[in-house]
């Protein structure tokens, strides 16, 4: 909690428009938004807490679990999607058995879609961390995650 | 790899650069500015591009093994980050550039290449297979037998006016950049015209916004100049919703200091003394470097309080959006900087009489900021030259999809379509038949291949009812389904749409689901089911016709205009999909059933372990088959097959 304080005296004027940045600074910190950290941004806004969910909600960027060990980002750009990223995404879905955003119930993963990453010529593109795997195919997926499962494990 | 600046740097640019009054600087400013400029290099130089397109494709790591190649020969040389040239194909895209020579390009450099390729330049054996070509100009004494690059259709065709300094300069360092000319004309613009002489120049050039709407800029900060306020705002939207596109980023990653100057320029021509850059988020490297550009200029005192004694004032600061397709709508926009949900509101007012905070504000995108520290450098007959009646200037586009050749261009308006999809990309890759161009993204339209030789034009691609779109060109073979491509399309627009308006937030879904049904499996259909899918189909058009007439915003009114395109175009296509029940690209997967060819099976078991839902059953070394019950058709069985023994119909 100290660090929402860090974070917190950097808006001293507290007025509502910094709220998105407030919570683009948290979510930073702590990797997503819990509830102790929407009830302590809503008293110093003076903003009721469902005045503040409402709004992050209506935001792709913020999240409310933690998560996975391992965060997979999937290119979901077209140029990725001609070049057959359906495919990839469908095979993720079913292995790891969660919607994009969620986390596996081990803790171990967790994974997004997002725009074009810029690897157009590559895809498709599958970050994981700093690392890119590029040209990406369905079948290469079980095989990724098992090796990313040990990657979980040490973390 | 370390930039140039230093306070020596800082001192010399500062007093003799940009404090110097006028246009002409003295021989000896000019020759150290050379210098600067690396433009006769005394030792080698060796320029590797760091955009994200070729950080993904491992530039980083090139560079680093060239900085150990050269303290390792003992060699003195220099390695120079730059931002991306345009050809994502070639990525990490390396010019090696020796005194008195011309530069050479060399394409797709990894680690592992460095040393072969540093070992045969500099000991005159060249890696033929990598290198792309020579470029240069008089002065320079030419390789033999090497090709210029101008001689390849995709250096030639383009016209490189906003990208020319990307590729040429270390985005890090503003010192580079002031060799180069930036910040004069700013620095000219706030000494020798009043606000309204720059809305003026700005719109006798012809400058029309190029985030799709085409508006005429001096006009739009016009507006906004002569709105009475004690306040006024300027926006960069650098925010570049389209999923396939990545314009704005690019040119932000190699040239952030000219959007500074341009947003300087901007906001001075509507004499506001605060502005925002609204940044996509998730983007580090962008962010970094616009930091850094940002600290730079206040450290140089190119923004901040009373800038060069002129009396003017200006502040900019990086917002970063938080993830919301609709927040590229300008209300909307203002909205989230304002710390609400980003909804759409009714205009007018418009935000050049009522934007952030109600007060004027006028919002610009980047590849139009950028087209504007020339203009007032170059003046405003210099970009009349270019382009055609109603379209001045250049246009920016990525050209993704199935082309031979993908990456970031600039072409004159007026080139026709053509041009770019045959000649600039070169064809379609792995000799693949050109089925379609899709312009502008989700709200974009497909062009069929009698459309592509229509011109890069506002005007005559409106009369088509084509939107220009902010710069996303995606060409697609025959290996794509339209249909599937148009689900795609909704399926992202459902998801961002704000849900403010019914026409949008319902008629979106609604055509989802109606397009999903299209391309569902037919083995768990009933009859009932089949005949909501008719009666979807046939209400379809009417869906899309309601969104366009009475959406709120841009969002919803361009939303449907995938489906109507595609409809108009291919609509054959739609009908295999509906009555045949077949996708002729074989993409569809409800529509896909695979079968074993049992004479070419050999039992190797590969299809049935790779089967992510266990759907192929058999004895190993005998025939194996597939229960199409349980199979999802996600074609990975016929991808490992190493026989050919499965087949798709």
Not at chain 2, 447 to 455: A, Y
Request: glycine share 10%.
């Amino acid at each position: 909690m100290s660090k929402i304080e860090d974070i917190l005296t950097r808006y001293r004027s507290g007025s509502h428009e910094s709220l998105i940045p407030i919570l683009q600074d948290v979510q930073v910190e702590d990797g997503y938004l819990s509830e102790e950290a929407v009830v302590r941004i809503g008293a110093f806004l003076g903003m009721s807490t469902t005045k503040i969910y409402g709004l992050a909600t209506f935001y792709d960027q913020f999240r409310f679990t933690p998560a996975g060990r391992v965060h997979l980002r999937v290119c979901n750009g077209t140029t990725c999607f001609v070049n057959g990223s359906a495919p990839v995404i469908a095979t993720l879905k079913e292995t790891l058995g969660v919607e994009p955003g969620q986390t596996t119930r081990d803790g171990r993963f967790s994974y997004e879609l997002t725009a074009c990453m810029g690897g157009c010529n590559e895809g498709p593109v599958v970050c994981v961390g700093e690392t890119f795997h590029t040209h990406v195919r369905a079948e290469d997926i079980p095989e990724m995650i098992t090796k990313l499962k040990v990657l979980a494990d040490l973390k | 790899m370390k930039g140039i600046d230093n306070s020596e740097i800082r001192n010399f640019l500062t007093a003799e650069v940009l404090r110097h009054g006028s246009d002409r600087l003295p021989a000896a400013t000019e020759k150290r500015l050379a210098e600067i400029r690396r433009d006769r290099p005394s030792v080698p130089v060796i320029y590797v591009s760091s955009g994200s397109a070729a950080v993904i494709a491992g530039s980083r790591k090139s560079a680093a093994a060239a900085q150990e190649y050269i303290s390792e020969m003992g060699m003195k040389a220099m390695v120079v980050m730059t931002g991306c040239h345009g050809p994502a194909v070639f990525e990490p895209l390396i010019c090696i550039h020796l005194p008195g020579k011309n530069k050479l390009i060399f394409r797709n450099i990894t680690e592992d290449k460095i040393e072969t390729l540093l070992n045969g330049v500099f000991h005159n054996d060249m890696p033929e297979e990598d290198l792309v070509g020579q470029s240069g100009s008089t002065g320079f004494e030419a390789w033999n037998s090497i090709p210029f690059i101008e001689a390849i259709p995709w250096f030639r065709l383009q016209k490189r006016v906003v990208l020319g300094n990307c590729g040429c300069y270390d985005p890090e360092s503003i010192g580079e950049y002031i060799a180069r000319g930036g910040y004069r004309s700013f620095l000219k613009t706030i000494r020798n015209y009043t606000h309204e002489e720059v809305c003026d120049i700005v719109e006798r050039s012809g400058l029309r916004g190029r985030s799709g709407g085409g508006f005429v800029t001096g006009l739009k900060w016009k507006y906004a100049l002569n709105s009475a306020s004690d306040n006024r705002y300027m926006i960069c939207n650098a925010k570049e919703s389209d999923p396939g596109a990545y314009t704005d980023r690019a040119v932000l990653e190699g040239d952030p200091h000219r959007l500074i100057e341009g947003i300087c320029i901007a906001a001075y021509g509507i004499g506001a003394s605060n502005a925002v850059i609204y940044l996509k988020t998730g983007s580090a490297l962008p962010l970094a470097l616009l930091k850094k550009a940002l600290a730079d200029a206040r450290e140089y005192g190119i923004i901040g309080h009373n800038i060069y004694s002129s009396g003017y004032n200006l502040d900019i600061v990086i917002r970063q959006e938080a993830g919301a397709f609709v927040c590229g709508e300008e209300t909307a926009l203002i909205g989230s900087l304002e710390g609400r949900r980003g909804m759409p509101e009714l205009k007018p007012p418009y935000p050049t009489t009522s934007g952030l905070y109600g007060k004027p504000t006028v919002i610009n995108n980047v590849e139009t900021l950028m087209n504007v520290p020339l203009i007032m450098e170059r003046g405003p007959e210099w970009f009349r030259t270019m382009g055609t009646e109603g379209s001045k200037g250049t246009k920016l586009f990525f050209v993704g999809g199935r082309g031979r050749l993908t990456g970031l261009i600039e072409v004159e308006m007026g080139t026709t379509f053509r041009t770019i999809v045959e000649g600039i990309a070169d064809g379609v890759r792995d000799a693949r038949l050109f089925k379609t161009l899709q312009i502008g993204g989700p709200s974009g339209t497909f062009m069929t291949e009698s459309d592509l030789d229509l011109p890069v034009d506002y005007d005559a691609l409106r009369a088509k009812e084509i939107a220009m779109g902010s710069g996303g060109l995606i060409i697609i073979d025959e290996t794509t389904c339209i249909v599937d491509f148009v689900r795609y399309y909704m399926s992202f627009i459902h998801k961002e749409s704000c849900g403010k308006c019914i026409p949008c937030r319902e008629g979106t879904g609604r055509m989802l689901e109606i397009l999903e049904n299209v391309i569902r499996k037919p083995i768990t259909e009933d009859s009932n089911a089949t005949l909501e899918r008719f009666k979807g189909v046939m209400q379809l058009e009417t869906i899309a016709a309601v969104m366009k007439d009475t959406s709120l915003c841009g969002l919803g009114q361009t939303a449907p205009n995938p489906f109507i395109s595609a409809l108009n175009n291919y609509r054959e296509e739609f009908e295999e999909h509906i009555f045949d029940r077949r996708c002729r690209a074989n993409v569809c997967r409800g529509l896909r059933t695979f079968s074993i060819d049992v004479d070419k099976c050999t039992g190797c078991t590969v299809c049935a372990a790779k089967c992510p839902v266990n759907a192929i059953y058999g004895t190993r070394l005998q025939p194996y088959f597939i229960v199409d019950d349980k199979c999802i058709g996600c074609g990975i069985c016929y991808d490992v097959c190493k026989f050919s023994a499965v087949t798709v119909r």
